[in-house]
């Protein structure tokens, strides 16, 4: 087994207690990144992962948090990997080609076997087991959170399927998905083709690299939120005002579709969003392990660039009290969810503690402290594929 592969597997097949005493206290099982993953998103404040600002020191925070599991597993392997979506879409360098992301050797086929009930049987987790909420073990959150309601399973509250197997639907055969069930999705008729193709030929968006990096453009992109805007569409409904904050984002092109481009086009709908695959489940897509995490951290490396962008054009945004515009106050964006200001400790209900290695935080790291801590000119973890102010200012 490769090491990214077996790195992973541990995470799955050791309980956390057990896997701290073999590993070291920094391991954590997998279940426990699934269960604080939807524990944002059912928060009865408001999600704290997905809406405004928090979208992205939360999954950097989450990130950090099964990176440092996976190198207590295996430390040779060094970092944990990342998913450039853009060379897997049609046409991309390694669409159809043993390099696909789509194949056995990775992350199996896009759509899941429509004779096993659309399990992903193929790929290096083929066969991935979806558990049941554990209410002896995760009593604490069990007020917020127990699973799906009609399966118990670990998916969202609403989620119907009950295939106890990770679960693709496949976009080409789905019976009733239309772009318009997703809310968000209307307010950009272009992006809803795009969505659209890759329903009808079964593929990723067609998401290129320069839909990627009209999010590093510090000159147009001021503040955090405003990357929110460019980088996923869904964040523009919650803004303090949501027709300015769509003006903005259409003048991306598709770059909005960034954060969903593989949840939606991997994931799928069967007959509706109450029957989303494992990706396309907001609450508990990391069960689908490898795309989820993967994807995720490609997305933190675009914002990790336009942040060291920003920074080396107008050093004062990584000062202490203006952070990348990341609002302190409610005065300063007005419809943040309860929970995700600056200072306020990221997903409270089922905080980090363990994020830096040595620098343990019993109370919760905050929106400010992964900011602080993962500042360009001083982060603990880079990319082997950076460009811009990173690499030519920053030096990674």
Known sequence: MDPARRAVANPKAVPTPAGKVIFGPLYQDYTEFVVRHSIAYHDPRGDQGHI???????????????????????????????????????????FNTSQYIFTEKYAGKIGGDPEANYTVTTGAFGWRPVEKFQRRRFTQYESIYNGSRTTGLLRGWVNNVDNPYVTRFPWGTNRAYNATQMPWAVLSPAMVKVMKDASDANTLYNFTKADYDRCLNASAIKSINQWNYCADLSTVPTAPNPMEALGFANQFGISPLMHASAHFATGGFLDSIMDGGDLSDTSTSPNDILLFMAQ??????????????????????????????????????????????????????AKFTELIPGRSKANGYTHFDVLDLTRPDNIPYTYDNVYGALKTKFKH
């Open 52 to 94: 405004g600002p928090c979208l992205m020191t939360f999954h950097r925070a989450l990130m950090l948090e099964f990176e440092n599991a996976l190198l207590s597993v295996v430390p040779g392997l060094r970092a944990m990997p990342y998913w450039d979506f853009t060379l897997d879409r049609p046409g991309g360098r390694y």
């Open 296 to 349: 995720h951290a490609n997305i933190d490396r675009n914002v990790l660039m336009w942040q060291a962008n920003l920074q080396a054009s107008d050093p004062k945004v990584a000062d202490k009290g203006v952070m990348w515009g990341y609002p302190a106050t409610k005065a300063q964006y007005p419809t943040i969810v309860e929970g995700c200001l600056l200072h306020d400790p990221i997903n409270s209900a």
